[in-house]
């Protein structure tokens, strides 16, 4: 098969001069040897979530854009693929992430749901068990909820759909092209061929990404990183979804604390079928990737609602297992030299323990930064607010990074810095917070809306949400757990 795929309509531009900000690239003497072809060209490795919105973006701006993936993708429709190990798991997109794909991709929602996905309301559609107790049916936040396999095909169907964007699959990017100035990026190497050149280069490939060894490679000092690791492990299997006519909620949540530091989720997917993961922190209490012991493990959780739920349903796969969770942030924004003409995104500058759902989020988050940046910059001006580019969308982890890392740190056996005085408090408050939110309305609006990345932290440190928070110090942060929440039973009751 040609590497380079044309995926693009019959018949569609090359390019489209009339949109905003799009202008022909100019020469800006870039030394011998330049090849001018380069000059209104990006090229964006990895066709995740990440480099496909980074993809979408830039296509405003330059008349070609290049995606390079080092795997063969799927022609025929959803399918597993090495570079995505962890889509065999449950994943979340929240309401802004979604809100920002729609904005990028109009019409992006429908064409999820058609292919399957479901939208539900967090946490009115679930049975979640919060480390407070059970959320009762308070309002909260949209959630998207697919196979990643699902979201990656309709999203890459529906980017691809643009003319200036072409795939370059099969690839692997081995390291990058210096410019002739020693200070710029120029290309990038390819495995399977001659340097591909470009004007702007953005490393999207997640988390084996090369981006430090091919920056050393030429010069530049090795990132500083920051990691916190709660040692959190997955294990995942498919079912058949059992009939149960009286059923009343789509999903179950039943989440860990350090007392407690086994947890699951259960959601629905495209066939009628549940996805569901169980989790654990720490030594001792990584879930089996047995299916033999896959029931018995859901058995120890706080709450029977998730056992009683798989016990008689059909397993459709094995048990799979996925240990990389950490959370490390490489980062680039702190260098004291940085490239023109190259920049990090996604998982590749910034991962997340993936048992909070902000990762693709995130991503979104991080296009929706790069789109305000280049638009009032012209291709030719790009390369040069390179470092410019890279704390900005560095920027759109932050408080990504704040909820996992904060949340995580209350497990003893997490490795990474002790939580400092400041975090302290903040988890006493969250504690607080997360109590009152399993009845208040008052309280459970602001905390989805910081949950789903939707509102800043500071919307749970206004005065009425604080006073609000504060006047039900007596409720317990950590109760014995009921079986069931009040409003919902075992199957069949």
């Known amino acids: 098969m040609d590497n380079d795929t044309d995926n693009h309509p019959a018949g569609s531009p090359a390019s489209r001069p009339d949109d905003p900000g799009h202008a022909p690239g100019r020469d800006t003497g870039r030394g011998p040897g330049h090849d001018p072809a380069a000059d209104d060209h990006a090229v964006v490795l990895g066709a995740g979530l990440a480099g496909l919105l980074a993809a979408r973006v830039l296509a405003t701006k330059f008349a070609r854009v290049t995606l390079v993936e080092r795997d063969e993708l799927p022609q025929a429709g959803p399918a597993f693929r090495p570079g995505v190990p962890q889509s065999r798991h449950v994943h979340v997109l929240w309401s802004r992430g979604l809100e920002l794909m729609e904005q990028m991709l109009p019409g992006i929602t429908g064409k999820l749901v058609a292919a399957g996905a479901a939208v539900l309301e967090s946490p009115r559609d679930f049975l979640w068990l919060s480390p407070a107790g059970w959320f009762d049916a308070v309002p909260g936040a949209e959630v998207l909820l697919a196979g990643r396999e699902v979201i990656d095909w309709t999203v890459r169907q529906e980017v691809l759909r643009d003319g200036r964007i072409r795939v370059r699959a099969g690839s692997p990017a081995t390291g990058l092209v210096a410019g002739a100035d020693g200070r710029s990026v120029t290309g990038v190497r390819l495995r399977d061929g001659e340097p591909l050149a ?119 796969s094995s048990a799979t297992g996925f240990r990389g969770t950490a959370n490390e942030w490489r980062h680039y924004e702190r260098m004291r030299r940085w490239p023109a003409g190259f920049i990090v995104l996604g998982d590749a500058s910034c991962r997340f323990n993936p048992v909070y759902g902000h990762g693709m989020t995130v991503a979104a988050l991080a296009a929706d930064a790069l789109a305000a940046a280049i638009r009032d910059l012209g291709p030719a001006e790009i390369p040069g607010a390179a470092r410019r580019l890279q704390r900005r969308t560095a920027a759109a982890a932050e408080v990504a990074w704040q909820i996992a890392t904060s949340e995580d740190q209350r497990y003893p056996e997490t490795e990474g810095p002790p939580p400092d005085r400041a975090t302290r408090i903040l988890q006493k408050y969250m504690s607080r917070v997360m109590a009152g939110a399993n009845a208040d309305p008052g309280i459970s609006t602001p905390f989805f809306g910081v949950l789903s990345l939707s509102a800043p932290p500071n919307t749970l440190l206004s005065p009425g949400t604080v006073v609000r928070v504060l006047s039900k110090w007596r409720l317990p942060t950590a109760p014995e757990t009921t079986a069931y929440p009040s409003h919902h039973g075992p199957p069949g009751t």
């Open 198 to 316: 470009a004007r702007l280069v953005v490393d999207a490939t997640g988390r084996t990404s090369k981006a430090p060894d091919w920056l050393a490679a030429l010069g530049y000092e090795v990132p500083e990183a920051s990691r916190c690791d709660s040692r959190l492990a997955y294990s995942s299997r498919y079912f058949e979804t059992p009939k149960d006519p009286g059923r009343r909620w789509r999903g179950v949540y039943v989440q860990g604390r350090p007392d407690s530091p086994r947890g699951g989720v259960l959601v629905p997917l495209d066939g009628d079928r549940w996805l569901v993961t169980l989790l654990g922190y720490g030594s001792g209490h990584a879930p089996p990737t047995k299916d033999e012991e896959f029931l018995d493990f859901a058995r120890t959780l706080r709450s029977p609602a998730l056992y009683d739920a798989i016990r008689d349903a059909k397993p459709l």
